[in-house]
């Protein structure tokens, strides 16, 4: 990465490196303000510059502090005992503070700013942070670890307050390592410690961190350890860090770095960083200090040069979170979103209100803890008190739209004070409560969590609030709700908030009838980023609510899968990092660089790929299909093709043959659309699930299986292909969970299988064989086979056809006995064997009897085309009648059928076999000798029948590739597929020199293809290699019988005899058909594997003893092959009991040391004396070892084998035996060496196919080809068995005992919860005696719904008056007075009612003109259109004559005032010195230099340093923000009202009073009602102004009626000139600042007969969202003082208000 470069005035040497290090400006670098010596435990973990890791650096040259430039001392008056101590060296002792150390403005002691800055001679001198502080190097960065709280290490930063967020962003993602997050959560509330009801804390920790951890949210907090902060932090600590949850909780506190108690032991004075940091938290808390929260897990310390004041973190905190919510969130590239965030308030003060306010203003949804305290509760209750009514206005396009307007009576809005002033006391009390009003302005943005037992109450409540809320505030967005909820990860939400009440159909039909392509596209990007994204349930919930898989997947999209496009990161390789990382990745890369690939994986990769998996007889259609086989993937993803640069017309062209459309067409489509008219994929449940199945993403896996067609083909194709993943990796894990998931679709596959079996025996034997066009033209069985998937085959489905095929057309019931008998006695096959009939022919039909096809081939052959396409075989061959009597067969067909039988054909080879073993035996044993007989010429004969018999079974081996290509090609020869005619042209045109796409090597030869696959079939049977070593022996024996020789001769006799041994060998293929011999050749198969194994241990103990043993008895021995043998015949014979001991103690005369002696082999060699005694002890312990330990462990290693093995042997036997069948259904009827004939049969048949130049059409009888009829419906029954399998399956899940118990705790929690809730009750009722904390009623319990609540006390309060007036009725009947006076107790509760109701209104009165007054919207915290924040101005110090010397005002012009428009000043006085703005602007007078008044309706106004200061006082902005003039900006406001009328045109009356109605406007930027007014134009009158603005935001055209326009123009003419004047002065705007005000007037228009203004079609115009007539009332909220300026339109017309 490039490093930072900052240019450094020589005024500034502590920023370079050099002076740094140097000795002389060691004291400028003191860590923040505190002049510390370094020690070495204050500097643990810092390094050498040149050992600095990436993230020191990084920080050190990129993020600075704030450091204060000079001292300006502190008044003395300022109570110095509330300021914490500081440690200063040499100053006294540490925490303790110097008497006599002044402070300066900046907050810290003298000592502390260094001997070289300068210092102010007065106290009184005016210090700013922008003069007096600068940026430099942090020296507070690296990981803090808390004592006390564990060894965990945090980040942490200080920072300077105006650091760039871009610096901010990298910090958090690249040098931090964070992931994005798909939600901020920003929380706030109470700075200081409060308490929560134990249940609500409880409920609000679990469930704020389930939201974090299912959301993979960020939290922001303030960072310490105090208040909600606390709260937080803690509920990381209970439910955060001790979840199972692989995503870990960011939780980032953004806190003042003055405020921070023990801040020193974060510094480094070399600003290298510590790491870690060891940070303490003390017992007591300091005045204006806090300590870090040990629980969050990153910390951003925002310093502006000063010390104990609160509040600078916030604008910076609300700049990052702005950022934060400015990326997008990781769910695909067109999938994403901005990231959403929410505000979380929790109990709080005036602070908390500012922020819930300035989070509604910036359209940020709020979700309020009810029950926490304080501010929550005061916003709780406004908004469950309040109604939200919806006001019908037009807008631009004359259309009605509802908007909701938030409507306070007057009784809740003084509850509303009342609670204000008693929890946040006088001060600003009008402030608060029209902040708490404006904050409920929108409802949908805010949501209210109740915790209570009639409310929800529940640990998902507050997490579902929370995303609710944010939905809501995206309620009219139903695809950005839907992409919110699949960044979150949460369906619970996607169900319950979108997919309900059919609200998304009916959405997606009202788009499609405006848009009809942009729907289907946002649902196929969601789709697509759901499945990258492994999001299972999603894709589900999709797909059930219309998103149609074959138009969603084309080749583009299945190629972004593979390749993963969707989730690249333009600014990081994070994503294609991980993917690199998967087995899939790596298996398909080396295929791509095989293939030639030089950027994408491609679709006939993949298919490689998979046919690599399962096995050369799977051909994919990837690799058939030339629309797939020569697609152009660079061109199709990138628009770009590197392989076709210069060459347009193939790129064009094959991308033409790719989609089947028009060359002119495709290059158009491609880049702009996904959408073809033609699905690319017919099957698009089958491409899925293969990619999902490549993934191991199981659960998507299964999902896509449910949906596609061949239910038990795709579960036993994705069960080989995770078996054979398994075994291509090295991670153990990934093995197992490869060899699990390949078990349970293996399982599934059984399971619809046995289902499929006990509904209809004979459709399930269909499947089993049918041959699957759409997997590799195979049949399940041959899947199952090729998978080494023992467990399908032993299922009694496969083992019923296995047993009508072994038996062919002979019934099964047949006995063995018959069989033999009639083997050996063939006249006894008329009366004893049984034939099958027509009810058992479906499943083992023969398609090679020529007899019974001879005229349907017939037929067949007149259809033949000239181009030699081979006979089509899609319809079903019709059935031959076999229900007929065995008596009812010709004596050929019994004949014919008897010998062709499997089982027939087995019993001649083995009688045949048996034969040629004993002729073989008699030859060795009797006639091998040098004259060849009679009987070795047969011999001969018989081994090349064999020979003859393996050669055809290479050849014969059935080609998946070559048959599934006749059949493409038979089925295709007319098909529709290729829409452009040319198509077939230009592919040859392609194929040329020219052509630059090549398909994969594996696919460049189809014959050597073909040969390849079966001679790897072929080799993979072990008795097949068996059968080619007994052969070369044997051949190898003739040439050396031939060769006259005696010796060759012998060597002959003996090579011939070991080929015998080897002949016999392969009768044990024969036993594999008996259900107890056919695992027993299993079972010494494994044993002989593991006595490889074995033997190679044993050869360790048998050569080494061998050598020295052998060494001691005859040392120095020459060396000779004989040497070798000798040595190891000595050790290996000893494990046997062959102990040599006659050897080792032979003596002299027997043997002799003489060389010359032993050598001529006289006699034997004595051994050494030594021998004698060491060699035996040597041999006992080897016997020891050897015999007793490891022959012991090779009896143990065989028993395992064996139990292992015994377990299984029903399925090894029942699938050793269908090899043994599909072998003998291959076979010629007859048995070597007659064989021969048939073999010179075929032979002729096959080169008179070749020469006719037909195909032939060999299927054997595990292969059937359905017509396509009979296929779809044998598709669609296999499915429906499928599917109810997997809903039975379901539901017996639900039923589990583990679900069981999962409800029954459930329920019981929620009982324990309620039975808490009502003893907390109790106790709280209990103790209604005692004074109570507070009188507030948001500290109730248990709060009823708002309406419920007000409908029991008006019920109570009417039972009372009722009770009252009862009492009083008796009294005056006793009396017998006749007296219709009113009760009087009732009159005085009436009476009552009546005041304390005028008493609210005029109390809401009073606050509409106390806001006025108080100048309370010019003071608004955040700017309008910005995130600029006011400085604060409390309610006193508003006035300029009250003085204010803590006042520091923001510098803040827009950015298109700076712009210099027409409607503004050209001159900037706010960034010129005093003395140079002097003169500029004239002011309190006409500029007629502008020609614009600057005259004020109020009078003359100050003018200080060259700038006007606003007369109603401060504002907390200096500059003009928005506005276009210094001083007055004079605009007009137009309040058109008349009397509000029912149906039958009488004036509502209310209160007795007429009720009004005026024309406003929804304005476009706050969101908030108002009157449509404008600011004057230079030169422009006010008159002219408020025409002009009414008709052009009120009216937007007057009427379409052209007859009407001149009477309606003259009407409203005579309208606006009888307007009065209502109001004339300063506008209360949130526009204004210090130095640039709004001053209007403001005239009433009033219609009183309604005549004038009844034919006015009221439009919004241009400039704002919609117009409608507003009833006027106290309880309206509107922009500006606009309310204020309606009260007096009001009182004039004493219309109720």
Not at 41 to 66: C, F, L, S
Not at 199 to 205: D, P
Not at 1278 to 1290: G, K, Q, T, V, W
């Amino acid at each position: 990465m490039d490093k930072k470069v900052t240019k450094v005035s020589p005024a500034d040497p502590m920023d370079t490196i050099e002076n740094m290090e140097s000795p002389s400006h060691g004291k400028s670098l003191i860590s923040l303000h505190y002049n510390e010596e370094a020690v070495d435990a204050e500097n643990v973990g810092a390094a050498p510059v040149e050992t600095m890791t990436y993230q020191q650096r990084w920080i050190r040259d990129n993020i600075k502090m704030r450091v204060c430039t000079k001292f300006v001392e502190k008044p003395t008056n300022v109570n110095s005992d509330l300021l914490p101590p500081v440690r200063v060296p040499g100053k006294g002792l540490p925490g303790i503070q110097s008497e006599a150390e002044p402070i300066c403005r900046c907050g810290y002691p003298r000592s502390t700013h260094g001997q070289s800055l300068s210092s102010g001679t007065s106290g009184m001198e005016d210090w700013k942070v922008d003069t007096h502080t600068k940026a430099t190097r942090t020296n507070a960065f690296g990981t803090v670890e808390f004592l006390g709280f564990g060894e965990n290490e945090r980040n942490y930063v200080r920072v300077d307050v105006d650091t760039k967020m871009k610096d901010m962003m990298e910090l958090m993602m690249d040098v931090w390592g964070l992931e994005k997050p798909n939600l901020l959560i920003s929380v706030t509330g109470g700075a200081k410690n409060f308490t929560m009801k134990q249940k609500l804390k409880e409920e609000f920790r679990r469930g704020l961190m389930k939201v974090a951890r299912s959301t993979g949210a960020w939290i922001i907090t303030g960072g310490t350890n105090a208040g909600v902060m606390k709260h937080v932090g803690e509920a990381v600590r209970d439910y955060g860090l001790v979840s199972a949850s692989t995503n870990p909780i960011i939780v980032i506190g953004v806190a003042t770095w003055g405020c921070i108690q023990n801040k020193e032991d974060l510094t480094d004075s070399e600003c290298r960083g510590k790491w870690p940091a060891s940070y303490r938290l003390g017992k007591k808390q300091r005045p204006k200090e806090s300590f870090l929260d040990p629980n969050h897990t990153h910390f951003v310390l925002v310093d502006n040069g000063t010390q104990h004041q609160f509040g600078v973190e916030i604008p910076f905190r609300a700049w990052m979170e702005n950022s934060i919510a400015n990326m997008k969130t990781n769910t695909g590239k067109n999938a994403s979103v901005y990231v959403p965030v929410v505000l979380l308030v929790l109990e709080g003060g005036p602070g908390t209100l500012e922020t819930a306010h300035q989070a509604v203003a910036n359209n940020t949804p709020i979700v309020i803890v009810q029950g926490s305290g304080r501010a929550a509760d005061i916003l709780a209750y406004a908004y469950q008190n309040s109604i939200g009514e919806e006001i019908g206005a037009t807008d631009q396009e004359g259309k009605t739209k509802k908007i909701t307007q938030t409507i306070f009576d007057a009784s809740v809005e003084a509850e509303i004070r009342n609670q204000v002033e008693e929890n946040f006391g006088k001060k600003n009390l009008v402030r608060h409560c029209e902040m708490v009003k404006e904050t409920l302005k929108n409802r949908d943005l805010v949501t209210v969590f109740e915790f209570s037992i009639g409310g929800r109450g529940s640990s998902k409540d507050i997490d579902r609030a929370i995303l609710q809320a944010l939905l809501r505030a995206n309620k009219d967005q139903i695809f950005d709700q839907l992409k919110l909820a699949l960044a979150w990860n949460r369906i619970d939400i996607a169900k319950s908030e979108i997919f309900t009440d059919d609200r998304f159909i009916q959405y997606k039909e009202g788009v499609n009838r405006h848009r009809n392509k942009d729907v289907p596209s946002m649902l196929f990007e969601i789709m697509q980023s759901a499945l990258i994204l492994n999001r299972v349930t999603f894709v589900e919930l999709l797909m059930d609510n219309g998103v149609n898989l074959k138009d969603f997947l084309t080749k583009k999209r299945l190629l972004k899968l593979y390749n993963h496009r969707d989730l690249y990161d333009s600014s990081s390789n994070m994503m294609q990092e991980i993917n690199k990382n998967t087995q899939l990745y790596q298996l398909l890369d080396k295929i791509r660089r095989k293939n030639g690939n030089e950027k994408y994986i491609s679709l006939v990769d993949v298919g490689c790929l998979i046919q690599d998996l399962i096995g050369d007889f799977y051909t994919p259609w990837y690799l058939l299909d030339p629309k797939v086989r020569d697609l152009d993937v660079e061109y199709l993803l990138d628009g770009v093709s590197a392989k076709c640069m210069g060459m347009p017309g193939i790129k064009k062209g094959i991308l033409s043959m790719a989609t089947g459309q028009k060359q002119e067409t495709v290059e158009n489509e491609l880049l702009t659309s996904d959408e073809y008219q033609v699905p690319d994929f017919d099957n698009p449940f089958q491409e899925l699930f293969l990619w999902a199945v490549l993934l191991n993403r199981q659960e998507m896996a299964k999902i896509l299986w449910k949906g596609g067609k061949d239910a038990t083909a795709a579960a036993l194709v994705a069960s080989g292909m995770l078996n054979s993943l398994s075994r291509q990796t090295d991670d153990t894990e990934l093995a197992k969970k490869l060899k699990e998931n390949s078990q349970e679709f293996s399982n599934l596959a059984i399971a619809v299988l046995n289902e499929c079996y006990d509904v209809e025996e004979k459709k399930a034997q269909n499947l089993l064989i049918r041959e699957l066009e759409h997997w590799g033209a195979a049949t399940c069985v041959l899947l199952a086979v090729e998978s080494n998937n023992k467990k399908f085959i032993s299922q009694t489905a496969c083992q019923t056809l296995l047993n009508n095929v072994w038996m062919g057309h002979l019934s099964l019931d047949n006995q063995l006995l018959q069989l033999l008998l009639c083997v050996f006695i063939p006249p006894l096959i008329f009366p004893v064997i049984k034939f099958k009939g027509d009810s058992d022919q479906d499943g083992i039909e023969n398609l090679q009897e020529k007899g019974v096809l001879r005229d349907k081939k017939r037929k067949l052959e007149k259809q033949k085309t000239l181009s030699s396409i081979p006979v089509k075989e899609e319809k079903e061959d019709p059935q031959v009648d076999y229900e007929s009597k065995p008596s009812n067969l010709s004596f050929w067909k019994k004949l014919y059928y008897f010998y062709t039988a499997p089982v027939i054909i087995f019993a001649h080879n083995v009688l045949s076999y048996v034969i040629f073993l004993g002729l073989y035996s008699y030859i060795l044993l009797v006639k091998f000798n040098k004259d060849v007989s009679n009987e070795e010429i047969i011999l001969i004969i018989w081994v090349f029948s064999i020979f003859a018999e393996e050669v055809r079974q290479l050849l014969s081996q059935y080609s998946i590739y070559e048959r599934i290509t006749i059949y493409r090609t038979s089925t295709n020869q007319n098909a529709s597929h290729i829409i452009n005619p040319s198509a077939s042209n230009n592919t040859q045109s392609f194929r040329g020199k020219n052509h630059s796409f090549h398909p994969p090597q594996k696919m460049q030869s189809s014959s050597t293809k073909n040969f390849n696959t079966k001679l790897h079939s072929y080799i993979t049977d072990p008795w097949n290699i068996v059968d080619v070593a007994t052969i070369f022996i044997f051949v190898m024996g003739i040439v050396l019988r031939f060769l006259r020789f005696d010796s060759t001769l012998e060597a002959a006799r003996c090579v011939m005899a070991l080929n015998l041994v080897i002949f016999f060998f392969r009768i044990l293929h024969i036993f594999s058909v008996h259900k107890q011999l056919g695992p027993k050749l299993v079972m010494i198969g494994r044993m002989l594997k593991d006595l490889l194994y074995f033997i190679i241990i044993l050869m360790v103990f048998v050569v080494s003893y061998s050598i020295a043993a052998y060494s001691v008895m005859y040392p120095n021995s020459e060396l000779s092959i004989v040497l070798v043998y000798n040595v190891m015949r000595l050790g290996y014979w000893n494990l046997y009991g062959e102990l040599f001991l006659e050897d080792i103690e032979r003596e002299e005369p027997d043997c002799s040391f003489d060389d010359s002696v032993y050598s001529n082999g006289s006699l034997p060699r004595c051994p050494s004396a030594v021998s004698r005694y060491a060699v035996p002890i040597l041999m006992g312990f080897y016997v020891l070892f050897c015999n007793i330990l490891l022959l012991n462990l090779l009896i143990a290693m065989f028993s395992y084998t064996f139990e292992i093995t015994q377990m299984d042997t029903d399925s090894i036997w029942k699938f050793m035996r269908f090899n043994t069948i599909r072998e003998y259904c291959d076979r010629t009827p007859l048995p070597a060496p007659f064989c021969l004939i048939s073999h010179f049969y075929l032979l002729l048949q096959q080169c008179s196919s070749k020469c006719c130049k037909q195909r032939s059409n060999q299927i054997n009888s595990l292969i059937k080809r359905f017509s396509s009829d009979k296929a779809r419906e044998l598709v669609q029954w296999e499915n429906m068995i499928a599917d109810a399998f997997m809903n039975r399956l379901e539901l017996e899940e639900k039923k589990n005992i583990e679900n069981r118990v999962i409800n029954t705790q459930e329920s019981i929690h929620e009982l324990f919860f309620k039975l808490d809730e009502l003893q907390d009750l109790q106790a709280t009722s209990g103790s209604s005696g005692q004074a109570p904390i507070s009188k507030a009623p948001v500290n109730q319990v248990v709060r009823m719904p708002p309406q419920m609540d007000k409908r029991l006390l008006a019920l109570e309060e009417q039972m009372q008056q009722s009770t009252v007036a009862l009492n009083w009725i008796m009294k005056i009947l006793q009396e017998q007075e006749k007296n219709t006076r009113v009760a009087p107790m009732l009159e005085d509760k009436r009476e009552n009612e009546k005041q304390k109701k005028e008493k609210d209104k005029a109390l809401v009165k009073n606050t509409v003109e106390e806001r006025k007054r108080l100048n309370y919207k010019a003071r608004l915290p955040c700017y309008p259109q910005s995130l600029i924040n006011r400085f604060p101005v409390p309610d006193h110090k508003v006035s300029w004559e009250i003085p204010f010397p803590e006042y520091d005002p923001v510098i803040y012009e827009a950015p298109e005032v700076k712009e210099h428009p027409y409607w503004a000043d050209t001159i900037d006085l706010i960034f010129m010195k005093p003395e140079e703005r002097i003169g500029k602007i004239k002011f309190n007078e006409y500029d007629d230099l502008n020609k614009v008044n600057r005259k004020s309706y109020v009078g003359t106004y100050q003018v200080q340093d060259g700038l006007p200061l606003n007369p109603t006082g401060r504002t907390g902005l200096i500059g003009r923000g928005l506005l276009g003039r210094y001083g007055p900006n004079h605009c007009g406001d137009p309040i058109v009202t008349r009397w509000k009328r029912d149906d039958i045109g009488k004036v509502v009356m209310k209160e007795g009073k007429k009720v009004l109605e005026f024309v406003a406007i929804f304005r476009k930027d706050n969101k908030l009602w108002s009157i449509p007014g404008g600011m004057c134009e230079p030169g422009q009158k006010v008159s002219q102004c408020l025409k002009a603005e009414f008709t052009e935001e009120a009216l937007g055209s007057l009427v379409e009626d052209s007859n009407m326009e001149e009477k309606i123009k003259s009407d409203l003419k005579i309208m606006m000139e009888e307007g009065e004047e209502i109001y004339k002065g300063i506008c209360d705007d949130p526009r204004n600042t210090d130095n640039s005000w709004l001053e209007t007037v403001v005239f009433n228009y009033h219609d009183d007969t309604g005549k004038v203004l009844h034919p006015f079609l009221l439009r919004a115009g241009e400039t704002v969202e919609a117009a409608s007539w507003l009833e006027v009332s106290s309880s309206l909220m509107l922009h500006s003082s606009h309310l204020y300026y309606v009260q007096l339109v009001a009182e004039k017309l004493n219309a109720f208000f």
